[in-house]
Structures are given as structure tokens and as C-alpha cells.
């Protein structure tokens, strides 16, 4: 089982940055890609970045390409999701998932993990 708990986020003006940590218990972290979702008021939970279990692989919802960065640290059981020029549509409530697969998946069914959330609100 792998317990998830996200932090880092806050209120922020637009083009500002932000950095949210995901931290995972359990001893299998290593094994599972990672994700970052978000899910604004009155809308369906999107992808935003998801990497692999080595890290070797990232993929980005085109929405952020170029602005925001997800790595992880197995070492320290802990994912990341550096959010860069921070637009008021970047505004959600931010998830991290976890499954334990050697693929990479934006899909938040297919996820068997997820922390509770953290809030970003980013003013213009």
C-alpha cells in the first residue's frame, strides 16, 4: 500500500512559480510511475505530468509544456512538480497518484493511488 501526501501549495500572481512535493510511504515507491493531476472548480480532473518509475521518462500536458517540470527522488520516496510562469487557468486543486507499472500513464483511472490534494490559486 502506498500512502501519498502532497504539499507546496498556496496563493501565487500570475507568472510567478511554485513547487509541489509529493511524499509516499511504503517501500515499493520505486516501482511505481508518478503523477501530477488537477481539477478545477466544475471541471473533470486532468493530467498535468507523469513520470516513470526510473525517471526517465516524462510526459506533459500540453497546457504546460515548457513551464512546468516533474522529477522525483527515489531515495527519498518523494515526487515533484515545479510549476514555472503560473497563469490564473493554472488555478486547481493539485493530485498526486501512483501506480506501480513500468509504463507511464496520464489516464487518473488507471491510477491506484492518490493523496488528498493541495490547493493552487494563481491571481492576475
Known amino acids: 500500500q502506498v500512502q501519498l501526501v502532497e504539499s507546496g501549495g498556496g496563493l501565487v500572481q500570475a507568472g510567478g512559480s511554485l513547487r509541489l512535493s509529493c511524499v509516499a510511504s511504503?517501500?515499493?515507491?520505486?516501482?511505481?510511475?508518478m503523477a501530477w493531476f488537477r481539477q478545477a472548480l466544475g471541471k473533470y480532473r486532468a493530467s498535468v505530468a507523469a513520470?516513470?518509475?526510473?525517471?526517465?521518462?516524462?510526459v506533459f500536458a500540453d497546457s504546460v509544456k515548457g513551464r512546468f517540470f516533474i522529477s522525483r527522488d527515489n531515495a527519498k520516496n518523494t515526487a515533484h512538480l515545479q510549476m514555472n510562469s503560473l497563469k490564473p487557468e493554472d488555478t486547481a486543486v493539485y493530485y498526486c497518484a501512483a501506480k506501480e507499472t513500468i509504463g507511464v500513464y496520464t489516464t487518473p483511472n488507471l491510477y491506484d493511488h492518490w493523496g488528498q490534494g493541495t490547493q493552487v490559486t494563481v491571481s492576475s
Open positions: 511504503g517501500r515499493t515507491f520505486s516501482s511505481h510511475a
Open positions: 513520470i516513470s518509475w526510473s525517471g526517465g521518462r516524462t
